[in-house]
């Protein structure tokens, strides 16, 4: 398309139109963050607030076991989240897509009820089946596999359970669009050209399905380091993710640019792993759906 | 396109199974007939008392649920105006060759990599952010906080979904109507808004899902009256298993089963219409794509 004429002119004119949107997301999102990260390089002030001077204290105090072992945690929750994400919502977005088209107008109702629900309702489904006197306890007692109740709610389990579960939406809707895009020729050329049914999988399939593993990954492994209500209610004290630390530290301790710091060594790991999916050719459509 | 095989069935039913069973728990602890007040597993009886507890004014949900429904109705609004009008300024951007032009083009590209950026950080990281800014500002928290922050979030939804369905459309229609004599205003009023119109939709309800469903980001600017519906389902649910929440969960299972499954029976009404008139005209429905 020629830069200038009609509708070069119109094109230009039209940019403006963006002026907004960008304006607000300056303000809001940019500022922000270039703002939280100004925070993190202050001294904690009086009462909720922050001033000179500028120093790196609050990442030496990061650099201690109490958060490195939080961040290790976070990380390996994380980690989990997306493999299990994986393993279990590849398979069922694969044979989704090759449903039937009223099958898969419910099993797509299906999915999308729990997504739209809210995920504090979902997770606290867990906490009942996870309780002491609770349904999964109850059953394993009546069929006489366990004696006492077994702990499971306030547990590391517990919350690996509960990530999964919020997470899986988010890894089964992306592959799928992927799959239901996907050229099937090239599938059954693969097969007609003597490729077992493993080695078509894996050699086309999985390269053009691709786009959609790797922003189901990036959606579910991001989200679960700072999911701080899900291990305040399923794990209680016992799993500090990263998320209950820039929690406790603004709202308990009210350090500021303490807080602020935890949140920059945050938005840090995000930019890595957002720098690594657009290395890898990922685009920002394939995240909503 | 081969067909799935019985046991894809049986995975897929697995799976749904697994991600229903947490939300059955609830549905069914919501009709307990046990009296007791907090945690209490024992199912003795069908009885409707948690729902009156719930409806009871001294519960407390109503104002939340205003709050909520007047926060998603302000920012899906103020999202579509500047997340479509931001799509149709972005998408199809002249080639410019200019220092200058290329300095404004990627001024522009980087206004719109930030506009995306709240799908993509943690949610605790925008929050913070959002929280410290509006204090910056000195902005009361409360209705105005609440709704300054969801447009943060609610903008990329749309204007992804708008920019995916104006990159399909062919740039010649508005050519042509510009080759015809219309003014810019009457090309964008009369081709390009309602072209875009089922995208801004679409963007609007995934929009409006999102704001409802947000806990996160409230949590950190909502103001001491002004509790979202998430933020005090988490005040209750944090401490103990308060049963009248089995109830709300419920009541908002079924709000979101019925908008899902009306907004499934439209689109395949479309879908069968549209195959029909495929049929119609002598083609396939496979020829579609």
């Excluded at chain 1, 200038?4 to 922000?32: C, H, K, N, W």
């Excluded at chain 1, 490195?68 to 994400?85: I, K, N, V």
């Amino acid at each position: 398309m020629k830069p200038d004429g009609v509708t070069g002119r119109f094109q230009r004119s039209r940019e403006a139109l963006a002026f907004p949107m960008i304006a607000y997301a300056a303000v809001f999102v940019g500022l922000s963050l270039l703002y939280v990260i100004g925070l993190s390089l202050m001294t904690r002030g009086e009462d909720f607030s922050a001033g000179v001077p500028y120093t790196l204290d609050n990442f030496a105090r990061i650099a201690s076991p109490l958060y490195l072992r939080s961040l290790l945690q976070s990380l390996r929750l994380a980690f989990f989240t997306a493999l299990f994400c994986l393993l279990l919502g590849y398979p069922f977005a694969y044979f989704m897509a090759k449903a039937s088209a009223r099958a898969r107008t419910w099993i797509m109702l299906l999915l999308i009820v729990p997504f739209w629900t809210n995920a504090l309702i979902r997770i606290y489904g867990w906490k009942i089946l996870f309780a002491a006197n609770g349904p999964i306890n109850a059953t394993l007692m009546a069929i006489g596999l366990i004696s006492r109740p077994l702990k499971l709610l306030y547990t590391e389990f517990a919350v690996q359970v509960g990530m999964v579960y919020a997470m899986i939406p988010f890894m089964v809707l992306p592959v799928y669009s992927a799959v239901e895009r996907m050229d099937w020729a090239m599938v059954e050329a693969s097969r007609d050209l003597g490729a077992s049914p493993a080695r078509a999988f894996l050699t086309v399939t999985l390269p053009m399905t691709l786009p959609g593993v790797l922003a189901g990954l990036v959606l579910t492994f991001i989200p679960s380091i700072g999911l701080f209500f899900l291990s305040d209610i399923l794990g209680g004290s016992n799993t500090m993710l990263w998320g209950n630390m820039v929690h406790n530290e603004l709202l308990k301790s009210r350090d500021l640019p303490f807080a602020a710091a935890l949140s920059v060594v945050l938005l840090a790991l995000t930019g890595m792993v957002i720098l690594i999916y657009r290395r890898m050719g990922g685009r920002a459509e394939n995240m909503v759906f | 396109m081969k067909k799935n095989s019985a046991w894809a069935g049986v995975y897929m039913a697995l799976v749904l199974v697994l991600l229903y069973l947490p939300i059955l728990v609830v549905v069914l602890f919501s009709f307990n007939g046990n009296p007791g007040r907090t945690a209490n597993f024992h199912f003795e009886g069908f009885s409707l008392q948690w729902y009156r507890a719930l409806f009871d004014p001294a519960t407390g949900y109503g104002q939340p649920l205003r709050t909520s429904l007047m926060v998603a109705l302000w920012s899906v609004a103020l999202s579509a105006l500047l997340g479509s009008l931001g799509a149709i300024g972005l998408v199809r951007r002249p080639v410019r060759r200019s220092i200058l032009g290329r300095v404004g083009n990627l001024a522009l590209t980087l206004g719109e990599q930030i506009a995306v950026l709240p799908i993509m950080i943690p949610e605790i990281i925008l929050g913070i952010a959002l929280m410290v800014l509006l204090t910056l500002f000195g902005i009361p928290f409360g209705m105005l906080s609440l709704v300054l922050s969801h447009v943060a979030f609610c903008v990329p939804y749309i204007f992804i979904t708008v920019r995916g369905r104006l990159a399909s459309m062919d740039p010649g229609l508005e050519e042509a109507a510009r080759d015809l004599g219309a003014t810019p205003l009457k090309v964008l009023t009369t081709i390009t808004l309602p072209l875009a119109m089922p995208a801004v939709v679409s963007g609007c309800l995934l929009a409006f899902a999102m704001s409802m469903d947000d806990f996160v980001i409230s949590f950190f600017v909502n103001g001491p009256q002004t509790n979202t519906l998430p933020v005090k389902i988490y005040s209750s649910v944090k401490v103990g298993v308060p049963p009248h929440v089995n109830a709300l969960c419920t009541v908002m299972l079924v709000v979101v089963f019925l908008i899902v499954a009306f907004s499934q029976m439209l689109q395949s009404g479309k879908l069968r219409r549209q195959e029909r008139r495929d049929n119609r005209d002598g083609r396939t429905a496979d020829a579609q794509d």
